[in-house]
């Protein structure tokens, strides 16, 4: 098994997501410059927060044009799975890979600390592992969630219970109180509709360590790993 | 060949920047103003051997494929001649 972790002028989390697969999940990863196009051996890649080519124009819409952004929708396409995390979302968004946009948050902070995020389906290769309805505790940092998409887009997103993690309260009910950003449907994260690709704007790889605050995104690495042990 | 490229959200959008900047104006005492929608402009030099149409359609695919997210934003485009 073999994690890739693509890195963009401006990536930021490109090295805790490495720490958190090397040390926690316990494979070997490889960081992928955004120039390169080789993705043969890999079975999971990390798309990884942080703010590529300086959020310029909108968050993520240049890393898309990266070359290694053209094998990573081959590598979709053929299967391999894809977790895009904060900007790594936004990046999939932009590449068409996931529906729908993130725009800025409704209010006009900068949202960094720890939210709850539901977990709505265990029927995903990155949650497999986690009981559906699980409410985790994952830090979110960002300036641009703010999940939109058209009314037909969520109408689909619901139907084929696409939409992964939801912000909740600590019981997990997805109040409006709880939503950090003002995401369509208190949305967090979604899947496609093949399931292999995921984006999510909390941070799950700052969530493995006990000392950093929580555990609780180590459910979705382990989940991901137990998907490629069984292929 | 020049183009404008004016991008704009989407009605229905919401543009929490627009809405700052509206209450900065209001602190100030600019009064009637109903509402302010950021933007943003391209300026794009063309090559001058292009006709108007030629131009256009060439902004018309850079504003599609690159300057605007079409599930948020729309554009419009404006086409002259360099001065």
Request: net charge negative; hydrophobic share 40%; glycine share 10%.
């Amino acid at each position: 098994m073999k994690f890739g972790v693509p890195v963009f002028p401006g990536s930021n989390c490109d090295h805790d997501a490495y720490h958190v697969i090397s040390k926690h999940v316990g494979q070997p990863v490889d960081f992928i410059w955004h120039k390169d196009t080789d993705l043969s051996g890999y079975d999971a890649l990390v798309i990884p927060g942080g703010f590529s080519y300086g959020d310029y124009l909108r968050a993520g819409a240049l890393a898309r044009f990266s070359p290694v952004m053209g094998a990573v929708k081959e590598f979709a396409a053929k299967g391999g799975f894809v977790l895009g995390i904060c900007n790594g979302f936004q990046i999939l968004c932009e590449a068409g890979l996931l529906p729908g946009a993130l725009i800025r948050n409704r209010g006009l902070d900068f949202v960094c600390r720890h939210v709850n995020v539901r977990v709505e389906t265990d029927d995903t290769p990155f949650t497999n592992q986690i009981e559906s309805g699980t409410v985790l505790s994952i830090p979110v940092a960002h300036a641009e969630g703010n999940y939109v998409c058209d009314d037909q887009t969520l109408d689909q997103l619901e139907k084929n219970s696409q939409v992964i993690f939801r912000y909740c309260d600590p019981d997990g009910a997805p109040t409006d109180a709880a939503n950090p950003n003002g995401a369509r449907s208190n949305i967090a994260g979604i899947c496609n509709a093949e399931r292999n690709v995921l984006g999510m704007m909390p941070h799950p790889e700052r969530a493995c360590e006990e000392l950093l605050g929580s555990n609780d995104g180590r459910g979705i690495f382990r989940s991901l790993t137990r998907t490629i042990e069984a292929a | 060949m020049k183009a404008k490229v004016y991008v704009t959200l989407k009605s229905g959008v919401l543009d929490p920047q627009g809405k700052a900047i509206h209450h900065s104006a209001e602190l100030i005492g600019f009064e009637g103003i109903k509402g302010i929608r950021q933007g943003k402009y391209f300026e794009i030099a063309l090559d001058e051997g292009l006709t108007e149409e030629e131009a256009r359609i060439e902004a018309e695919k850079l504003a599609t494929d690159i300057l605007a997210n079409p599930v948020i934003e729309d554009f419009t485009v404006d086409i002259s001649r360099s001065a």
